[in-house]
């Protein structure tokens, strides 16, 4: 791996941090329904063409954290599949607070494209 690959791969790690709270909240609240974890990462996978290929797991920690915070509500349901699953769902709280995140990352977005441009 070269120099630049071994920064690229540290940049998008930390930017991937930054995001994903971001980013689950706002698909919780485009859902129609509770999802369970593995839908959640299908429709992130399809939604972003593939960068989060692979990656399905680093999504539960987040889905965990979202769930301490009140952000999103989870419950279990029996499957047929297999073992119970853990569903999610957005709360009012949750939607609030990606209404606050999403103002902020436009902001943010817009002044590093700003400076980028430069």
């Known amino acids: 791996m070269s120099d630049t ?5 540290k940049f998008e790690k930390e930017l ?3 995001t994903v709270s971001l980013v689950l909240l706002a698909v ?3 859902a129609h329904e509770p999802l369970y974890g593995y839908q959640i990462a299908k429709r992130l996978e399809h939604d972003a063409d593939g960068v989060l ?9 987040v889905l965990r954290n979202l769930s301490a ?3 999103l509500d989870t419950f279990m349901q029996p499957s047929e599949a297999g073992p119970p699953r853990r569903y999610y769902r957005i709360t009012p709280l949750g939607r609030k607070v990606l209404r606050e995140w999403a103002t902020a990352w436009v902001s943010t977005r817009r002044f590093v494209d700003s400076i980028l441009k430069e």
């Open 5 to 9: 690959e071994v920064h690229l791969k």
């Open 16 to 18: 991937a941090a930054g």
């Open 28 to 30: 919780m609240a485009a």
């Open 53 to 61: 290929a692979g990656k399905q797991s680093a999504l539960y920690p």
């Open 69 to 71: 915070a009140e952000l």
